[in-house]
């Protein structure tokens, strides 16, 4: 469905929750860059759903954003890098065995839906990222499912998945003082425990 490809270095994101499908991709040769931004190549053959938006067949760029607060933020780019196509507010994932190859989680879907990205773990790393979905989506997605998924408010969310939006002081802001809860597969919120890492040296 998907092929990745990375490079390397990093910071070690964190914690809890559960997956329905794990797809791991091949890991081309690693290139020289910054790797504390954990940027990863990500190509899909079908459309995939992120928190707000559908990504259609391509080539992205995934990026964990420079941010001074202890939220974690996810930008998507398009392969050239030149536009922003949707940033993503994430909190910790975890798994036991860190995987040597890139490995995304889905949200099983209806045949013929785009499938929907549930978290992100960076190769060698046991602390991921877990996507935070707009409200009403994440009550879909969870009884869907039936599993936990975690939401932020609908309003919170408009401004995270605009194509061609660039990452703002004002945006990002917003999305770090976003506050996370869960929705469970009845509707019901769930009370969540975020762990909160220091920020990585680069």
């Known amino acids: ?12 994101h964190i914690a809890a929750i559960f997956c329905v499908m794990a797809v791991s991709t091949t890991l081309a040769p690693k ?16 459309p995939v759903e992120v928190p707000g938006k559908v990504l259609q067949p391509g080539t992205y760029v995934f990026k964990v954003l420079d941010s001074a607060s202890n939220r974690t933020i996810l930008q998507i780019w398009d392969k050239d890098e030149k536009h922003l196509q949707a940033m993503v507010l994430g909190v910790p994932d975890y798994r036991l065995m860190p995987a040597e190859k890139p490995v995304l989680n889905f949200e099983e879907q209806p045949s013929g839906s785009p499938e929907a990205l549930k978290a992100w773990f960076y190769p060698g790393d046991n602390y991921g990222l877990e996507m935070v979905y707009p409200h009403m989506r994440a009550a879909e997605l969870a009884k869907r499912t039936n599993q936990n998924v975690l939401s932020m408010k609908d309003s919170a969310a408009n401004n995270m998945a605009r194509p061609n939006k660039t990452a703002t002081d004002a945006s990002v802001q917003e999305m770090e003082k976003t506050d996370v809860a ?11 425990e975020i762990v909160i890492l220091a920020q990585p040296e680069k």
């Open 31 to 46: 290139a020289a860059a910054d790797a504390w931004d954990k940027k990863t190549i990500v190509t899909f053959n079908a």
């Open 1 to 12: 469905m998907f092929t990745t490809t990375t490079q390397s270095k990093g910071i070690r």
């Open 182 to 192: 869960g929705v469970s597969p009845n509707g019901e919120p769930v009370a969540l």
